[in-house]
């Protein structure tokens, strides 16, 4: 299901107007998508991860080492979790998605200089306590729904991951709306 998200979140940007590459590694690590457009004054620049659990059962946010003590085996422990838990979650794993050195150094290879906005675009999440943590992080939430929404909308702009799935939702709505797709 995240390939299939990822891909979605890509043509929605692309419709947007940004340029985008998907699966940026350095290190050990990723980014799910990077975009950059021309914008009024400078390039706009975008961080984005995704996240697309429809049924979730554990958390976003694994549980950093120092957490676990005490309180679950594994760091992805399904585990309700206390706030101040949630906060130390949190804040490990912003670090780990978009602040550590080696996102910044990832982003610095594709295109150095220029101002990161941090998006996550998320479907349904265990806890809204979270969410509300995340975005006291700095970085802005889009729910999955919003995407998917907005591609069913069409703006003409077609070519980018995708494209195919985007028409689908777009045949879904058009169809939604007109009746039954006899033309």
């Not at 004054?41 to 080492?65: C, D, K, N, W």
């Not at 992805?76 to 101040?84: I, P």
């Not at 070519?159 to 777009?170: F, P």
């Amino acid at each position: 299901m995240a390939l299939l998200a990822e891909s979605l979140v890509d043509e929605w940007l692309n419709r947007k107007g940004f340029f985008t590459v998907r699966g940026v590694r350095h290190g050990v690590g990723e980014i799910d998508l990077l975009g950059v457009r021309q914008g009024s004054q400078s390039m706009e620049a975008r961080h984005v991860e995704v996240q697309a659990s429809f049924r979730p059962i554990g958390y976003i946010t694994p549980l950093p080492a120092k957490a676990l003590e005490g309180f679950a085996k594994s760091k992805t422990s399904m585990k309700a979790r206390q706030l101040e838990q949630l906060e130390a979650s949190v804040g490990a794993w912003v670090e780990k998605k978009f602040t550590s050195s080696s996102k910044c150094a990832a982003r610095d290879l594709a295109w150095k200089g220029l101002q990161w906005k941090f998006v996550l675009v998320h479907a349904v999440v265990r806890d809204q306590n979270e969410l509300i943590l995340i975005e006291s992080h700095g970085i802005e939430l889009i729910p999955l729904h919003r995407v998917l929404g907005e591609l069913g909308q069409g703006n003409g702009i077609k070519g980018g991951a995708g494209t195919d799935l985007s028409e689908v939702i777009e045949y879904f709505h058009q169809n939604q709306r007109e009746g039954d797709g006899r033309g």
